[in-house]
């Protein structure tokens, strides 16, 4: 069974400079998740219509617009969930608005905890591991346009992948 996500992918150097502190710290999703801020989690594609989705994707990206993107400094979900992350300091209502827009039409995907965009760098590791990547990205900042949106697939390896782009104020393609 195929799963898929939808996330805002996290442009160079800064998803190299991303992923190299996860990989300093021991997760061991480093090289399987890219830097990214997820709009839509993962999925079990039995749950969708990928036409009817991808279509939906198409049509969300092209009533959309660029707008800029702006990380700053760490934070944390601990103790209710062990996530050490990047915060978005600009760019949060424009995440919140296309997440609800993706988990529309062919999708309504419920979420476990409420719509936080961020950008994880360390997951499910132990107090010191989680302690280290908080403190070795807490002066990080990045400033970037978001265009558009990607839809990314679970590989049978465990990898995530992009597999469509979805660029903002495109129109949608006929036929």
Known sequence: MK???????????YASQL????????????DAVPPHITLMPP??????DLPAFGEHLRTVAATSKPFRMILRGTG?????????FVQVA??????????????????????????????TI???????ALDEAF?????????????GFDLYEHGPDGVWRSVDRFEFGSAPQVG
Do not use: N
Request: aromatic share 6%.
């Open 43 to 48: 999925t079990d594609v039995h749950l969708i």
């Open 19 to 30: 992923r190299t502190v996860r990989q300093a710290v021991g997760d061991p999703l480093a």
């Open 76 to 84: 944390t979900f601990r103790p209710i969930s062990p996530v050490v």
């Open 122 to 128: 360390a997951h499910h590791l132990d107090d010191v």
């Open 135 to 147: 403190d070795e990205l807490a002066d990080f900042k990045a400033t970037f346009d978001v265009v």
């Open 90 to 119: 600009r760019g949060i209502g424009e995440c919140e608005q296309l997440e609800s827009r993706v988990r529309q039409g062919p999708v309504e995907r419920e979420l476990e905890f409420p719509y936080h965009p961020h950008v």
């Open 3 to 13: 799963t898929i996500g939808v996330s805002i992918p996290i442009p160079t150097p």
